[in-house]
């Protein structure tokens, strides 16, 4: 009988379509198992596709939402949506710690691709959690500042940008700066305009445009990172309902959506289609347990992800009109389940802090 015949080459191509299924943790490892696998792995091209293919996955593994004691925290915490989306899987809560031992107060700003936009100690950094690289940025972190993070693919340039907030301190409307970092050149750049940026939200990043919630006007602050101009766009024309009213950005599929919560009665959502807001899912409370409730994400699946403050995740299938309910388990002694805030989800990725060449 024949013997097998083993095989004595493998395509780079078919070993790059097996590299772009694993998680980042296995490449890492895999990097020491020959030169050409750590080349492939180290390539930024390679990079991209792994961070494009884990962006196409359905099943969300590479998918981490973080969660934290308060606002400016250190330790934080991390799980997989896969593992709350599975209620057989085990919740997967893991630490979300910073290298240095010595970081007591860190504040999550933004993220993008993989990176976090933080500030430790007063300093601002780029964090990628899944690789534990970190790059310091020159910028000096104040309660006068927020920041936000986003990619633009069209010059592959990843920016950081920076809202000075004067109104925060004295209540008055006075000139807020808007300065642009371009990892790519190293450098801020720095425009003066006219507006007030109190209490703003998270920076979200969709297709290189930047979005914040200004609570006090009641409008969401825009700044395009690629031609460098800010711009206010308003919130959805919402229905009066009874109880207190909470509204806040979000991505919905992809794209820009506004999240309306009414206090013990609903949430609604809406999409930006073109130049108009679309209102494209309400969900009353009567009739579905958990409470009050707050979407983090909407996935394009039909899928959102809500939580609510008694330590319990939520995930609604708006097609089905069903949950799946998850309760975070209470071993963490540093969490406080029933006190925890929710960051946005980040995906896991091999990009860089610091602008790889080609």
């Given amino acids: 009988m024949e013997s097998a015949k083993t095989i004595q080459y493998i395509p780079e191509e078919i070993i790059i379509q097996i590299l772009q299924r694993l998680t980042v943790l296995s490449l890492l490892k895999f990097r020491c198992v020959c030169k050409l696998w750590f080349s492939l792995i180290s390539w930024s091209k390679f990079k991209k596709t792994h961070l494009n293919h884990s962006k196409n996955s359905q099943n969300y593994a590479n998918y981490h939402l973080i969660l934290s004691p308060n606002q400016y925290s250190n330790p934080s915490f991390s799980c997989s949506l896969s593992s709350i989306f599975d209620k057989t899987a085990p919740f997967n809560l893991k630490p979300l710690n910073m290298q240095d031992s010595g970081v007591s107060r860190m504040r999550i700003f933004g993220h993008c691709n993989g990176l976090l936009c933080v500030s430790v100690n007063a300093e601002l950094l780029l964090y990628n959690p899944s ?30 940008v920076e809202l000075m907030n004067p109104c925060r301190q004295y209540f008055i409307k006075v000139d807020g700066g808007v300065s642009i970092f371009s990892l790519r050149t190293q450098s801020w750049m720095k425009r003066i305009i006219g507006g007030c940026f109190r209490d703003i939200s998270t920076g979200l990043p969709i297709g290189g445009v930047l979005h914040w919630k200004n609570y006090s006007a009641r409008q969401i602050v825009t700044v395009d990172t690629l031609t460098c101009t800010y711009a206010t766009l308003e919130r959805p024309n919402f229905d009066v309902l009874p109880g207190l009213l909470f509204w806040d950005v979000m991505e919905f599929g992809g794209g820009l959506g506004v999240y309306r ?79 925890f805030v929710p960051s946005p989800v980040y995906i896991e990725s091999l990009i860089e802090p610091s602008f790889d060449q080609e």
């Fill in 131 to 160: 690789t534990r690289k970190s790059k310091k940025l020159p910028a000096s972190v104040n309660d006068l500042k927020t920041y936000g993070l986003c990619y633009n693919e069209s010059i592959d340039d990843y920016k950081v």
């Fill in 261 to 339: 919560h009414a206090f013990r009665t609903s949430v609604e959502i809406w999409t930006m289609n073109t130049s108009s807001w679309t209102k494209v899912l309400f969900i009353p409370y009567r009739g579905s347990p958990g409470g009050t409730r707050f979407p983090l994400l909407g996935l394009k699946d039909a899928h959102i992800l809500f939580y609510n403050r008694r330590g319990r995740l939520m995930v609604y299938n708006s097609r089905e009109n069903s949950y799946v309910y998850r309760r975070i388990p209470n071993d963490t002694r540093e969490l406080n389940v029933n006190r």
